[in-house]
């Protein structure tokens, strides 16, 4: 129904900036809110940040509060995901998801569709 795809990922120094992107294709029936997970190793799946389908409304973790933004362009079917004064700490594969239904949910349960992840290395 929708796939997801995306790209950016690479190696930075700590205080770098990246700017990830998730384009979606493939036919939708309704308007999808978008978020973004990242998963360490060995470690869990966390929630980094999540938007709505407008735009309008967003949500962050603690972690990257203040650092990351998140914001997309529907005209081109694209969230992004910018990284500002990037830590050791934010070192994961960072990976989009939408659902298609109505809110922004943080947990990873809620999202119906996934990308394959990007790799974000960050040196210290």
């Known amino acids: 129904q929708v796939q997801l795809g995306e790209s950016g990922g690479g190696l930075v120094q700590a205080g770098g900036s990246l700017r990830l992107s998730c384009a979606a294709s493939g036919r939708t029936f309704s308007n999808y809110a978008s978020g973004w997970f990242r998963q360490a190793p060995g470690k869990e799946r966390e929630f980094v940040a999540a938007i709505n389908w407008s735009g309008r409304s967003t949500r962050y973790a603690d972690s990257v509060k203040g650092r990351f933004t998140i914001s997309r362009d529907n005209a081109k079917r694209t969230v992004y995901l910018e990284m500002n004064s990037l830590k050791p700490e934010d070192t994961a594969v960072y990976y989009c998801?939408?659902?298609?239904?109505?809110?922004?949910?943080?947990?990873?349960?809620?999202?119906?569709?996934w990308g394959q992840g990007t790799q974000v290395t960050v040196s210290s």
């Open positions: 998801a939408a659902r298609n239904n109505l809110g922004i949910p943080t947990t990873d349960n809620e999202y119906d569709y």
